[in-house]
């Protein structure tokens, strides 16, 4: 009975960790793909406009898409601190590495909303 008890935590944290993996394996492999048909016909002396390699499947980036991924991060952190504090506000103990936690992802959304902002999409300038 007693290793059940354990399987009940480690599968909360190894199944997020599982799914991640899947998606991120398959997401790069249908890149891999992309970039091999892209290399055979640079290699066969195929022209490629940008219809081709639109229609391979290969996604123009969006305009402000670092300040939505920027907010995206930091709403994970704003979440993660408000959850060490509904833990329990009585603990201090809880509240801070709970903080220390949402840090991360807080920074990183940070740094991607500075990036959004100050170093923008430029191709619009030129014109």
Not at 21 to 28: A, E, R
């Amino acid at each position: 009975m007693d290793g059940f008890m354990v399987l009940i935590p480690l599968s909360a944290i190894l199944l997020p960790a599982i799914i991640v993996g899947i998606v991120l394996y398959f997401g790069n492999k249908n890149k891999r793909e992309i970039l091999e048909t892209v290399r055979v016909a640079a290699q066969s002396g195929t022209v490629l406009t940008p219809e081709v390699v639109k229609s391979l499947g290969v996604q123009e980036r969006k305009q402000g898409s670092e300040i939505r991924t920027g907010m995206t991060w930091t709403a994970v952190a704003a979440a993660v601190l408000v959850f060490g504090w509904a833990v329990g506000p009585e603990e201090d103990m809880a509240f801070r590495v709970f903080a220390g936690i949402a840090a991360f992802p807080g920074f990183i959304g940070l740094t991607l909303i500075a990036i959004g902002v100050f170093m923008g999409d430029k191709s619009n300038d030129a014109e």
